[in-house]
Nanobody, 117 residues
Framework: QVQLVESGGGLVQPGGSLTLSCAFS????????MGWYRQAPGKQRELVAR???????NSADSVKGRFTISRDNAKNTVYLQMNSLKPEDTAVYYC???????????WGQGTQVTVSS
């Protein structure tokens, strides 16, 4: 059973930076496309960024140029480097793993990111 454990959330001032980490266990990491999603109060969960095992990435227009997703296949970990944070980035951030061969999704428990002065 795949398990995902996020860490790195917190309170940061506008313009600041945070790095989220997601530790993957329970299967073969390189079989999975990894992603970060977020959900703000009263809004639907949305894709932030996604990365394949080979390192191909895509991200939401709202975070392009500010957020970078990366993965370390040796450490079974995916990261989200967030720079130039804005109040509208405030949300619970969730790690996601999906295996393209069967489209089964796994989710982490979420980590809160709050951008406020």
């Amino acid at each position: 059973q795949v398990q995902l454990v996020e860490s790195g959330g917190g309170l940061v001032q506008p313009g600041g930076s945070l790095t989220l980490s997601c530790a993957f266990s329970g299967s073969i990491f390189s079989f999975y496309v990894m992603g970060w999603y977020r959900q703000a109060p009263g809004k639907q969960r949305e894709l932030v960024a996604r990365i394949t095992a080979g390192g191909t990435t895509n991200s939401a227009d709202s975070v392009k140029g500010r957020f970078t997703i990366s993965r370390d296949n040796a450490k079974n970990t995916v990261y989200l480097q967030m720079n130039s944070l804005k109040p509208e980035d405030t949300a619970v951030y969730y790690c996601n793993a999906i295996r393209p061969s069967n489209n089964i999704n796994y989710w982490g428990q979420g980590t809160q990111v709050t951008v406020s002065s």
